[in-house]
C-alpha cells in the first residue's frame, strides 16, 4: 500500500432547512485514505453516512467543508474526476425495463473507454451474469440487482470505488466469491475503496481502517481490530451439564448480561474477570461441559455506540 492519498474529505458539513431550526446531518467530518486501502464507513441508522456518500459523489453539495481526489477538488474538476471513480449501492435502481446488458452497455456509454463491448463481456463474464444477462433488472432477484450494481461499478477500471452494502442479499457463496474478487482488483489495480456495511464481520474481512460517523460527527478512525479492543466485555458461553439455574441465579447477581441458549448461557464477563468467574462458576457446584470464549468484535464496538446513542 503506498501512501499517496487519492480522497481526501475536509471539515465537511451538510445542513438542511433555515440557520435556526434547521438539521446537521454531517457535522464537520475530515478523514482520508490512501492508495491501495479499504475504509469502511460505519455507523447507526442515521448516524450521515448516506448524506456524506452523495457529497464525495457530488449529487448533494455541501453546506461547508471540501472533497478532493487525487489532490484536486471534486467542485472544480468533477468530470476529470468522475471519470476515475465508481459507485454500487443496493438501494440504487437501474432501468427496470432494460436487460442487464442493455444497462452495462448503457453505463459503458457515460465513461471515455476503449472497446466498450469487450469491456462488457468481461464485466459479464467476471461477476458470473451470464445466466441473466437477457433477463430486465425488474425479473431480477434483490441479490441479482446487487451483483449488477456492483458489477456496473468496474466497468470503467477504477481507481476509486465507493461501495454501499455491495453484498446485500445476496446468496453466501456468491457474496463470498465477490469479496475475494474485490480483493484481488483491489490488489493487481492499487484501488482504493470506500466499504458501507451493517455486515460487521465483512468489514472487519475487508477493510484496512474504519470511520465511524456518529450524529454526523467522526466519532473513531482506526483499525477494526482497534476498535473491538475498546469494548471490555468478551462472551463466555459454557454448556452447563448440571446447574442452569443456579448459573442464571449467579449472572444476575453479579448484574452480568446474559443470554440463554437451550442448555447453553452465554455471558457478558471483561476479560480481565474471566478467571475469576469460572472459578466462582465452579465454587457454585455448576458444572459445564464445553466453553467458548469470544473475545470483543467490531459489532460489539457497533452496538455499543448504537445503544448509546440517545445518552
Known amino acids: 500500500m503506498k501512501n499517496t492519498i487519492m480522497l481526501e474529505v475536509k471539515n465537511l458539513t451538510k445542513r438542511?432547512?433555515?440557520l435556526v431550526g434547521g438539521f446537521t446531518a454531517v457535522d464537520d467530518v475530515s478523514f482520508a485514505m490512501r492508495e491501495g486501502e479499504i475504509v469502511g464507513l460505519l455507523g447507526p441508522n442515521g448516524a450521515g453516512k448516506t448524506t456524506t456518500i452523495q457529497m464525495l459523489l457530488g449529487v448533494l453539495e455541501p453546506t461547508s467543508g471540501t472533497v478532493s481526489y487525487f489532490?484536486?477538488?471534486?467542485?472544480?474538476h468533477r468530470e476529470e474526476i468522475l471519470e476515475k471513480v465508481n459507485f454500487s449501492s443496493t438501494y440504487t435502481n437501474l432501468p427496470w425495463r432494460l436487460t442487464v446488458r442493455e444497462n452495462l452497455t448503457w453505463i459503458a456509454q457515460l465513461y471515455k473507454m476503449k472497446n466498450r463491448k469487450q469491456r462488457i463481456n468481461e464485466i459479464i463474464e467476471t461477476f458470473k451474469l451470464q445466466d441473466i444477462e437477457k433477463k430486465s433488472i425488474a425479473q431480477l432477484s434483490a441479490g441479482q440487482k446487487t451483483r449488477v450494481n456492483l458489477a456496473k461499478s468496474f466497468i470503467n477500471y477504477p481507481k476509486i470505488l465507493l461501495l454501499d452494502e455491495p453484498t446485500a442479499s445476496m446468496d453466501p457463496d456468491i457474496a463470498a466469491y465477490l469479496r475475494e474478487l474485490i480483493l484481488?482488483?483491489?490488489?493487481?489495480?492499487?484501488?482504493?475503496?470506500?466499504?458501507?456495511?451493517?455486515?460487521?464481520?465483512?468489514?472487519?474481512?475487508?477493510?484496512?481502517?474504519?470511520?465511524?460517523?456518529?450524529?454526523?460527527?467522526?466519532?473513531?478512525?482506526?483499525?477494526?481490530?482497534?476498535?473491538?479492543k475498546t469494548i471490555e466485555n468478551a462472551h463466555v458461553e459454557l454448556m452447563i451439564r448440571d446447574g442452569l439455574q443456579r448459573a442464571i441465579a449467579f449472572a444476575k447477581e453479579k448484574g452480568l448480561t446474559y443470554q440463554i441458549d437451550r442448555r447453553s448461557i452465554i455471558v457478558d464477563?471483561?476479560?480481565r474477570q474471566i478467571a475469576p468467574f469460572l472459578r466462582e462458576i465452579m465454587e457454585k457446584?455448576?458444572?459445564?461441559?464445553?466453553?467458548?470464549?469470544?473475545?470483543?468484535?467490531?459489532e460489539d464496538y457497533f452496538l455499543e455506540v448504537a445503544n448509546n446513542e440517545g445518552t
Open 285 to 298: 457446584g455448576i458444572r459445564y461441559d464445553e466453553i467458548s470464549i469470544e473475545k470483543p468484535t467490531l
Open 269 to 271: 464477563v471483561k476479560e
Open 184 to 228: 484481488e482488483r483491489r490488489k493487481e489495480h492499487n484501488m482504493s475503496i470506500i466499504w458501507t456495511s451493517h455486515n460487521m464481520a465483512e468489514v472487519e474481512e475487508m477493510c484496512d481502517r474504519v470511520v465511524f460517523i456518529n450524529k454526523g460527527k467522526v466519532i473513531a478512525d482506526d483499525t477494526p481490530e482497534k476498535l473491538a
Open 16 to 18: 438542511f432547512g433555515p
Open 71 to 76: 489532490g484536486k477538488t471534486l467542485k472544480e
